[in-house]
């Protein structure tokens, strides 16, 4: 997944070209007792933004996954009285080695951050990844996820991916 | 005498040959007490200092050296002529004798009389026969302090040997590597440039033995045993380094070289130490290296990711710019400050108009920095800079572009602003371009980005503040927009920033205010729509209620001076006064936030005498008026209930007329309490403009009427926030009245107001006798009702007692204790138990209308840990023996008490309260719970010994408030496990398994809060223990 983007990004460059909608506006609603708030796509893209994508970081790259807009809240879909999510990831290269990692990652956080009601189903954006099917097929196998996450080696990677960092 | 000498000989014996250190001592005190002279003691050390061996003579010297470190005051000049003769002949001596002879003379440089060209003759000798740094630590360190105090004495003797005493310290320091040592040999470089020693050919010597430091790099060891830090060093040296301009030809190519470094801290040093040498340089000591340092001065902004390195860079171009402009025009020369600006120009202009703006806010920060350096580099920016960023503005046409232009434009004006306050001649330096500013500001109002509106209402702020630049003309046309966008802007940041430019603007240009502003609210507030609000939808009946606000706090945000005040505070009360007759349809929320709004006039404007006047005359009458017709009017007709006699109109009025009371001048205070005062007791409304109020009104004789008891709320707004030197008329009969309305009354507001305003008088009385003898009697008869358990009356003494217990608290009057022990035995009472427990918070918080500092109030600093150390042991045992069915109370108590107390103090008081803590996690009361987690959270983060201790105790009971039915409390208790999942590890990994099962749970909470919470905390436990986790 590398720098198909200038390596040279200033840190204190124009704020617009980065611009995030910012957190999550409170309302009345959310602090009244009685009225029942679905789980919809922003919360979804909250907790993969807040607590995943910001802190990934490819090694031999100084932007991280949020600056290169791998997760989008538009493709984020989630039916709460279904108990279905769906995500899309984009790799920043057709041909990005890291493909499997971060959606192996985001499924991992997804497990531990949603009821066990939830069916979750991460894949790639069509036609953004040279081997889309495979990619697709691995994360979706439920015996393979499971059985890469008893891989104490691959589990390290996914636990560092999910670390939070302080900011 | 011969005896003495005898003694002599035999401590000087001891001293060398017995190796008994303490004789020295001795020698030291026979000589202060004259029983033997120094030159008696250097001919009892003969045989010694002419030995053969070494060691003895090095003996016999340091017994000497020690006994004149005593007595150095006490020696006569010859005698120091002779001893320093004397050393400088040793110096040339065996190495081993050195230390002693270099102890000797710095106790004898410490006089302040030294005989004549002693000092040079010393100098001489020590450069010449003593090479320093094969010296150990400490002799190092004798010679620098020898120098230092030859500085100190003898300075024109110093300077008689002209470069050689510069060139003879730079060979003493060279290779010097202690930091103890450096911060010595530093303070005499130093001495040497400021005090203007004669550097001679030894310029660029001295600079390379100390230049061989920069940037320092040191950091202490880890117990810091000697108190020196980088820091230290670093500003020691640059004082050496940016001491004179004969050092910039070598100092200047090594800061360009440093900038280059890797080190984020070398290049901050650089950065620094350039900008403290432009106060000392001219132009000709950097003209060769500016475009040297302004390349790499450029590079670190524009590429830095460290703000620090940013902002030493910026302060470095500001110097430099600033040093240009001190440089004096000759007729022949090239103006040095426009050359460089034109070089600055040229490198971030274009920047400021490049299709994507990358670096738009280095350039401009950059430029900014050089513009704020001098009125003359304020003038050159501007005048290329601001038509470039209106042009910029106008052909933009993406929202996002133009407020980052808008933006630029913003700093510009501040930087510029800072400068041409100081040049004393000149117009501002934005007068040629205040039309195309305005034309910008005026076009961005108009837009319908809500972005672009706040951005330029803080341009026209900023404009606004610089005296003169605004024309009349352009205020009102900006009190124009402003005034369309408080009627009909309703996005929240806009109103928001409508007010603070409105605010700022008015400080300077009232006038447009009061004829422009003020005026078109009014007619808004009063307009037919508003009045006839019933037929719209419920809408547009809520947006008119939100216009309406917005003109409220906009009238209040720009009475800033005291003649706007005279215009707007009026239209705030012919609010009040149509609200109560019913015309004009106001809700009681308009009245308070009406209410609030003078509030903030009286916070804001009552430091000038005017406005305490008006406040005096006519505001402070005219609320009481008001409410006093409401009172009576309420009691006889059924129909129309005024507003004014709702709680919470009262409440916001006490705001109003205790802030004003607070701030008074102390003559119109005194008066104003005078007045009150004989309103309540005397029923003389003879202050109130209203001739048709009855005779016999009988405020504090309750009788039946609610209406006219509550009113006592409004006496202790003025009497219990005046000053403490303020006497309050009748206190005696004032207070006697209030508590028998405290008691005797049963409506919740009035007699809680006549104990709180009981209260408010108590605290601020001086002590002694009377006083004394007010509480006993109070204490009595607050006894005597709680006492009686059939007494009717038993809250309202509850009430009493609670609030004098807490005047009497907050000045740690003696007789508190009585009443607050009093209070912990009702925390056993079946009825009023709970509200005793209650009663904790209220008495440890500050409350808002009465009892504080704002009021004048007398409260002690730390009066709650005081409270609560000497008052923990009699709640823990009271809860002991306490009943199970009034536990809870206890608990409440506690729990109250504690997450008043700050971290340090909970983290002590802790371990003994652990237990009792958690006994109140699983009360049934939410507000104990919740009190409990808040004190429990900050304690979580460093837990205690004590509380590993209890970890499967604590975990149960959060484990369970996770499902409580109040949101707050599952909050608050999933913020608790989140913080112990960073308990060492060895301890709470047996508990892993079972919290990540719990915790699933409240990942399906129907709040969001909730669940965001319980994804933290469970994210955590999962890594806890997990391969790459932590």
């Known amino acids: ?167 | 005498m011969a005896a003495d000498s005898a003694l002599l000989v035999s401590l000087v014996e001891e001293f060398v040959s017995g190796l008994q250190d303490s004789k020295a001592n001795d020698t030291a005190t026979g000589v202060q007490a004259k029983q033997f002279t120094i030159l008696q003691l250097v001919e009892a050390l003969g045989p010694s200092l002419t030995s053969t061996t070494p060691h003895t003579r090095a003996r016999g010297v340091q017994l000497l050296s020690q006994v004149i470190q005593q007595c150095y005051g006490d020696l006569s000049e010859s005698e120091v002529e002779v001893l320093i003769a004397f050393y400088e002949n040793r110096l040339k001596d065996h190495y081993v004798i050195t230390p002693f002879v270099l102890q000797g003379l710095k106790a004898l440089t410490k006089r302040s009389l030294l005989p004549t060209g002693s000092a040079v003759s010393m100098l001489r000798s020590l450069f010449q026969d003593v090479h320093v740094q094969s010296l150990m630590l400490a002799e190092r360190a004798s010679v620098y302090n020898m120098l230092l105090n030859l500085m100190e004495s003898r300075e024109a003797e110093l300077k008689g040997l002209g470069a050689d005493f510069v060139f003879g310290f730079v060979q003493s320091m060279d290779g010097e590597r202690d930091p103890r040592n450096l911060v010595l040999a530093f303070q005499i470089a130093k001495n040497i440039i400021h005090r203007g020693y004669e550097l001679g050919k030894f310029a660029e010597e001295l600079f390379e033995v100390t230049s061989c430091y920069f940037p320092v790099d040191f950091s202490p060891p880890p117990n810091d045993p000697h108190g020196i830090t980088q820091e230290m060093l670093i500003l020691s040296l640059r004082a050496v380094l940016t001491g004179t301009p004969r050092f910039a030809e070598f100092l200047l190519p090594l800061i360009i070289e440093k900038l280059d470094s890797d080190i984020q801290s070398a290049k901050i040093d650089s950065l620094q130490t350039l900008t403290a040498c432009m106060s000392t340089y001219e132009h000709k000591d950097l003209a060769e290296f500016l475009s040297g340092l302004w390349t790499s001065i450029r590079r670190e902004v524009f590429q830095t990711a460290s703000e620090r390195v940013e902002s030493a860079g910026l302060a470095a171009v500001t110097a430099l710019t600033s040093c240009l402009s001190r440089s004096i025009l000759s007729s022949d020369s090239e103006d040095s400050l426009k050359t460089f600006l034109d070089v600055v120009l040229k490198d971030c202009q274009h920047h400021l108009c490049e299709p994507d703006l990358k670096l738009v806010w280095p350039s401009a920060k950059l430029l900014q920095a050089a513009s704020s350096a001098s009125y003359r580099a304020s003038h050159i920016v501007a005048a290329v800079v601001i038509p470039g960023l209106v042009e910029q503005y106008n052909s933009r046409t993406q929202c996002a572009h133009r407020r980052t232009i808008l933006e630029v434009m913003q700093g510009f004006i501040h930087t510029v602003k800072n400068t041409s306050q100081s040049a004393d001649d000149g117009e501002s330096v934005l007068l040629a371009h205040r039309d195309a500013l305005c034309a910008v500001v005026f076009s961005a109002l108009s837009e319908n980005s809500s972005d672009l509106q706040v951005t330029s209402m803080r341009v026209l702020s900023a404009l606004g503040q610089q005296t003169g630049l605004l024309s009349e003309s352009d205020v009102e046309r900006a009190v124009d927009h402003l005034n369309r966008l408080i009627l009909e802007e309703d996005d929240s940041s806009v109103s928001v920033s409508v007010i603070v430019c409105a605010e700022s603007l008015s400080r300077l240009h009232p006038t447009a205010f009061i004829t422009k502003m003020v005026p078109t609210l009014k007619q808004e507030i009063f307009s037919e729509s508003m009045v006839q609000g019933e037929d719209g939808t419920p809408s547009n009946e809520s947006s008119q209620h939100a216009v309406r606000q917005r003109c409220v706090s906009a009238l209040a945000a720009v009475s800033t001076q005291p003649s706007v005040v005279q215009e707007s505070a009026p239209v705030l009360l012919e609010v009040l006064s149509s609200a109560h007759t019913g015309s004009g349809g106001f809700s009681v929320e308009e009245v308070v936030a009406v209410c609030f709004s003078l509030q903030r006039i009286a916070d804001q404007t009552l430091d000038s005498e005017e406005t305490g006047r008006f406040f005096y005359d006519i505001i402070i009458p005219r609320l009481l008026t008001l409410t006093l017709q409401a009172a009576l009017q309420g009691e006889g007709s059924s129909g129309h209930r005024s507003p004014l006699v709702e709680e919470a109109v009262l409440s916001a009025m006490v705001g109003v007329i205790s802030t004003a009371c607070a701030k008074l001048q102390p003559e119109l205070a005194g008066k104003m309490a005078s007045r009150v005062v004989s309103l309540f007791l005397e029923d003389d409304v003879s202050f109130l403009s209203d001739d048709s109020l009855p005779p016999h009104i009988q405020l504090l004789k309750q009788g039946e009427s609610w209406s006219r008891s509550q009113m006592v709320c409004l006496l202790m707004a003025c009497v219990c926030s005046l000053p403490r030197n303020v006497e309050v008329p009748q206190v005696e009969r004032l207070m006697e009245q209030l508590e028998e309305l405290s008691i005797t009354c049963s409506h919740v507001l009035s007699y809680t107001s006549a104990a709180k305003c009981y209260a408010g008088l108590v605290n601020k009385r001086p002590a002694g006798e009377s006083l004394n003898a007010l509480i006993q009697r109070s204490t009595r008869r607050v006894s005597s009702e709680l006492d009686s358990p059939a007494s009717p009356q038993r809250t309202q003494a509850f009430t009493l007692l609670l609030w004098l217990a807490k005047g009497l608290l907050l000045r740690y009057h003696p007789l508190s204790t009585a009443l607050t022990d009093k209070l912990f035995s009702l925390l056993g009472d079946p009825e009023l138990g709970p509200l005793a427990g209650d009663c904790f918070s209220l008495l440890m918080s500050d409350s808002a209308d009465v009892l504080n500092r704002g009021c004048h109030a007398d409260v002690r600093i730390m009066y709650r840990q005081r409270f609560f150390t000497e008052n923990s042991a009699k709640l823990l045992q009271g809860f002991n023996s306490a009943a199970s069915d009034t536990k809870s109370s206890y608990l409440k108590a506690l729990s109250h008490l504690v997450s008043s107390l700050p971290k340090e103090v909970q983290l002590t008081e802790l371990p003994a309260l652990l237990s009792l803590l958690l006994e109140a996690l699983s009360c049934p009361d939410q507000g104990v719970q919740l009190s409990t987690l808040s004190c429990l959270e900050p304690v979580l983060m460093e837990p205690p010994p004590a509380l590993i201790q209890q970890l499967e105790a604590l975990v149960t009971r959060l484990l369970a408030l996770t499902c409580s039915s109040t949101m707050t409390v599952r909050i608050a208790s999933l913020r608790c496990l989140h913080a112990m999942s960073r308990f060492p590890e060895h301890e709470v990994i047996p508990l892993r398994a079972r919290v990540l099962q719990a915790l699933a749970k409240p990942l399906d909470d129907k709040k969001r809060l909730v669940r965001s919470e319980a994804v933290l905390a469970r994210a955590e436990w999962f890594l806890l223990g997990s391969p790459g986790g932590r």
């Open chain 1, 1 to 167: 997944m590398v720098g198909h983007k200038s390596a040279f990004m200033l840190e204190n460059a124009n704020p617009l070209i980065f611009q995030r909608s910012g957190a999550r506006l409170l309302t009345s609603s959310d602090e009244d007792e009685d009225v029942h708030d679905p789980i919809d796509d922003r919360e979804i893209f909250d907790i993969l933004y807040l607590h995943l994508i910001r802190s990934i970081n490819d090694p031999e790259h100084p932007l991280s996954l949020e600056e290169l807009n791998v997760v989008e809240q538009d493709r984020v879909q989630v039916n709460d009285a279904d108990s279905t999510v769906g995500i899309e990831f984009t790799p920043t290269i057709p041909h990005c080695s890291m493909a499997t990692l971060i959606g192996l990652s985001i499924k991992v956080k997804l497990l531990r951050s949603l009821p066990h009601r939830f069916k979750i189903d991460v894949h790639i954006t069509p036609g953004t990844h040279a081997s889309e099917d495979a990619v697709n097929k691995q994360l979706a196998d439920k015996e393979r996820v499971a059985a890469a996450l008893e891989n104490s080696q691959l589990l390290e990677v996914v636990n560092q991916c999910l670390s939070t960092k302080s900011p």
